[in-house]
C-alpha cells in the first residue's frame, strides 16, 4: 500500500468518525438496512470482466431532514472476461470496501430522494491463477450515489445507483498498454428498518 493510499483509507475513517459524532447531537432516525444489485466496471476495467453481482450493509444517520451520513460496507464479485485465460480458469475480481457517503434530500418523511457523496477504500481480491496479469489491490474510491427511499413505520426500502471513482485502480494495469482506467458503477435495493 502506498502512503497515498493510507492517507486516502485514514481521511475516509475520520471522514465516517465525524459524521457519526455529528449525528449523535441530534435527535433524528437511524436507519440499518442490507442491499443486493448488479454491477461493472466501465473503461478499461470494463472491458476485462463481466457485470456481477453486488451487496452491502449500511449504518444511515439523519440528523437533520435534509441532510444525512451514511457508513457501511459494500462488496461485489466481477468475473474476469480476458481473452487470455480460458473459461474454466477465468479468475475473479472480489471487492470487500468501506464506504462513508454524505446524503442530501427534501424534507419528506414517506418518500425521500437523495443525492450524496463520500470517501472509500476497498481491497479487491484477484481469485484464481493470474501470474502477474491480475494482482490484488487496496484502492481508493470518491461515490457519488443518488436513489430514492420508501419510510413506513419501522421499514425503509430503496433504489439507488452509486458511481464510484476509482483513485488507484492498479490491480489490472499488467492487463492493458498503460495505466488501466475506469470506474464501478451498480444499481441495488435497499430494506431495513428504522430506528
Do not use: C
Amino acid at each position: 500500500m502506498t502512503r497515498r493510499g493510507i492517507r486516502w483509507a485514514v481521511l475516509a475513517l475520520g471522514f465516517g468518525v465525524a459524521g457519526t459524532a455529528m449525528a449523535q447531537d441530534k435527535q433524528g432516525d437511524v436507519n440499518v438496512f442490507v442491499n443486493g444489485g448488479i454491477g461493472g466496471y466501465t473503461g478499461d476495467l470494463g472491458e476485462l470482466s463481466a457485470t456481477g453481482p453486488s451487496w452491502g450493509a449500511t449504518l444511515n444517520l439523519q440528523p437533520f431532514s435534509m441532510l444525512g451520513f451514511e457508513v457501511g460496507y459494500e462488496g461485489s464479485k466481477n468475473d474476469v472476461t480476458d481473452d487470455r485465460f480460458r473459461a474454466a480458469e477465468a479468475p475473479s475480481l472480489i471487492r470487500h470496501g468501506a464506504t462513508t457517503l454524505v446524503k442530501l434530500s427534501p424534507p419528506f418523511e414517506k418518500v425521500r430522494p437523495f443525492v450524496g457523496a463520500g470517501l472509500g477504500v476497498s481491497y479487491v481480491y484477484v481469485r484464481g491463477g493470474t501470474g502477474d496479469t491480475y494482482t490484488s489491490d487496496l484502492m481508493q474510491e470518491v461515490p457519488l450515489a443518488a436513489g430514492i427511499e420508501f419510510n413506513a413505520g419501522a421499514l425503509t426500502a430503496g433504489i439507488r445507483g452509486t458511481w464510484r471513482v476509482l483513485v488507484d485502480d492498479n490491480f489490472a494495469d499488467e492487463a492493458v498498454p498503460g495505466d488501466a482506467s475506469g470506474a464501478l458503477v451498480d444499481g441495488t435495493l435497499t430494506v431495513g428498518g428504522r430506528f
